[in-house]
């Protein structure tokens, strides 16, 4: 029995599956079953990739029953996809799971935790990117396998099509969710190569004829989250034209939900308020209603007939659905300025793409900062000039951006002729002259029919395109610095073929076994740099992006010792899946090992050197750069805790801090390897600093400190499993204070590096040492570690991962502890004695110890946590009209922390209203804060150095910096 060959287009705004029948050329497309009303089932080609969460009791029982026994992958009792989904989002805010393929590819949230719909109220159910995408590719299966049950879908020859921008974790994702719907075995294939691919299936009987004046097309995608170019090459060998793709762009997280949501910011200007008030700032779910109210006017209004404006309704909430309602007017005119002119701008000077953060940042996506298109396009353009003017047949002196001169438009957005209309103008304008426009049919299924036509083509059946990788890979051999090139070995040359496996033969690595070694890979579309693989190369700032790390253990069964090195050489395969993949090679052939993606990492801390990496031949090694006095400085460590260590006098441990210095000049100075090689000597010597108590004052102080902040560096996530597994057995000597102060400052310090499950962990001694009360500390586990009021108030500050709800609570014991200082100042400055100025400059240290805590726990832009568990903008409101309250001139830290608090994000699910920033800015002014204090007040601005610093309680290490 033959197989289906099976294309899906997992799209942003819409899901598309077509398919051709075995032994069958012909495309056909699925209609997929789906809720239209309650208790109503249609069937339609396009699965709006949308899901909602009903709240308890809104549907009857057998109301959302569909054809097949739908078991949730994400666990919901009950859940909508599909048109009844995005119907009901537009009525109910809060609900509606959206854009899950654009979260994919963000990398300051977590993908895999439950965090859609973003910013809805906490009795909302919430469901992960990844789980949403494997959701609506689980909903595809059951349909498929209800209409042909003998072909199950997971038995076909699958194609699942992604942005062609998509990076390696972000494909990662896209197979871990269609594992996860059961789709084990899949081929990813680029969505602007679909979109052409179907264009060529659909020409293919007159293709040489169609094709005989082009030599270089331009596929522009734009779709509902994302936006793709690729440059397609034409060459004519024997009278048939051979096509092969040359180009491809970076990831814009740019599309038509852009253009929705600046319509819809222009129409919550315009929406009336009863009385006549000026109009107030909807919330993030009633904003994303009408947002989806503006999608539907800006296709009505930029539609080829389109009247002259269109009436958008803002639905009112619960009893008051109906008369609650309130509306507002769109011209076509204003739809035109607002879309065609600010996202397709003529840009005749061919200006790229504006750096900064821009205005539209909302639901929590990082959007592209400039909405150009064109001037991101000629910024694509001039990336790869070279090729493309090899491709068209010019000079390679000629210094004007070459131009394509056949354009293929895919993508809804395009259903607007508009948008179409005036990318051909633009690139008209740009040529000299007029550009080929092939004819795309249907956009909204175009890329679906082509994953099929690219099956029948692998079979032979069909054209081809060939290209190989779109991408040159490389790993990177230094730390990143502002504005200069980094130096990097290349792994994959850009037009690499599948499955062809190249080995960096004259590249030589010594790793040690049963330790996790880590390597930071790059990723080029660049046509300036054109390496082959083990070339030595200088990565320009705007030429790479750097993809999450990949990291294994090495293991050798064979090996008598744990610490074994062994000589390996790197290998690089594109896979017939389309995504990389990187193993290690021992040089005598005998094993080797897979690297693996590490899509969990922060990526909040930018550091490219392997501690394991002992030589890598041909380029420098991590250890050329450390200072003269490391070796003394270790042998240091291991007089005092190691094995040797049994005679040391114990004012040599109180002493070491000071030889290290000597050693190694002042400690603020340590760069973050030097840090890390201190930190790896100290966990290896850790039972050492149970011989007394000034061992453990020492050990706990220096492991913490040469470890801070937990992560940014490579093996620093092993390096945090080494110092957990400490945890549980506390300190030994528990009766010493300092040994305690100096256990929970070490937490503290690496709280970036604990995961979710360790910071709750943490979080339960943190409430048994500010909750319990004498009677309960009597009977206190000989392992919990007593902690002061002073340890508790840093250490629950830097607990970012644990939820918002807990961080509110953590809030309110500051915000207590707070309001006590505050009337023991006001109650000393009534006492004019010495004592009365003793308790007032307590109090006011209190009160400063207690703003910090507030500022840092109640923080809009956490610095290691997810954006999704930052205490609710509601409480926060609370805290800042408590602070406010406050003389801030008499009371400093004050302003600091209503600065912190009130930070810009962007994100309207964290940011503060409109009314309370401005009162902010006022008081911030009026006491003559810094500029910098109002600026992240104002708008989004990243940190300084010294406001960083006092956040954090203490410097990063040299080199070190949060990406936040």
Known sequence: MGQYLVSIDLGTTNTVLAYAAPNSSAIELFDIEQLVAPGEIGAATLLPSVRYHPAEGEFAAGELQLPWRDVDVAGLAQVVTGRLARKLGAQVPG?????????????????????LPWGTEADVAKVSPVAASAAYLAHLRAAWNTRFPDYPLEQQQLVLTIPASFDEG????????????????????????????????????????????????????????????????????????????????????????????????????????????????????????????????????????????????????????????RSADLTREEVVQLVVDGFFPFNQEREPARRGRGAIIEFGLPYASDAAITRHLAGFLRQHAPAARAALGLAPEDATIPVPDTLLLNGGVFRADALGRRLEQVLAQWRGAPLRVLHNDNPDVAVARGGVAYALGQSGRAPVIGGGSPRSYFLLLDDERPDKPRRAICLLPRGSAENRE???????????????????????????????????????????????????????????SSRKELPVRLAATLSEVGTLEIHCVATDGGQRWQLEFQ?????????????????????????????????????????????RALQVDLKEVKQLRGQLEHLLGSRESWTTPVLRRLCDALIERARGRRRSSEHERAWLNLAGYSLRPGFGHPLDEWRIEQLWALYETGVQHHADGQVCAEWWTLWRRVAGGLSVEAQLRVLDDFAFNVQADAQERGRRPHTLVNGSEEDMLRLGASLERIPGSYKAEIGAWMLGRLDAATKAAAKAALNKTRAGAANAGKAEATQARFLWGLSRVGARQPFHGSAHDVVAASTVGQWLAAILALDWKKVEPAGFAAAHLARMTGDRTRDIDDTLRAEILRRLSAVGAPANWSAMVREVVQLDQADEKRMLGEALPPGLKLLS
Not at 623 to 636: Q, R, S, Y
């Open 95 to 115: 609900r509606l799971v959206a854009s899950a393929k654009s979260w994919l590819s963000h990398q300051g949230v977590d993908r895999t935790a439950p965090i």
């Open 170 to 325: 972000a494909r990662a994702l896209t197979l871990q969710a269609a594992r996860q719907a059961g789709l084990p075995a899949l081929r990813l294939l680029e969505e602007p190569q679909a979109a052409f691919y179907d264009w060529l299936y659909r020409q293919r009987a007159t293709l040489a004829a169609d094709l005989a004046d082009t030599r270089l097309a331009l596929v522009c995608d734009v779709g509902g989250g994302t936006t793709d170019f690729s440059l397609i090459q034409v060459t004519v060998v024997n009278g048939a034209p051979q096509i092969s793709r040359i180009g491809v762009g970076n990831h814009l997280i740019l599309g038509g939900d852009n253009m929705d949501l600046a319509l819809a910011h222009l129409v919550e200007s315009r929406l009336p308020v009863p009385g006549g008030a000026a109009p107030a700032r909807l919330s993030a779910g009633r904003l994303a209603q009408l947002t989806e109210r503006c999608r539907a006017a800006k296709e009505q209004l930029l539609a080829a007939n389109a009247p002259d404006q269109a009436t958008v309704t803002l639905l009112g909430a619960g009893s008051k659905l109906i008369g609650g309602s």
């Open 502 to 560: 190249l080995l960096l033969a004259e590249r030589t690595f010594a790793l040690r076994l049963g330790r996790p070694v880590r390597f930071h890979i790059a990723s080029s579309t660049s046509d300036v740099v054109t390496p082959q693989a083990g070339d030595l190369v200088d990565l320009q700032p705007d030429d790479y992006v750097q993809l999450p790390p990949i990291a294994t253990v090495l293991r050798d069964s064979h090996a008598t």
């Open 599 to 643: 899509l969990r990492d922060d990526g909040h801390a930018a550091s490219a050197e392997d501690d394991d990496i002992a030589t890598i031949d041909g380029a420098p090694s991590p250890d050329a750069v450390m200072p003269a006095g490391l070796p003394a400085a270790l042998e240091k460590i291991d007089r005092i805790f190691g094995s």
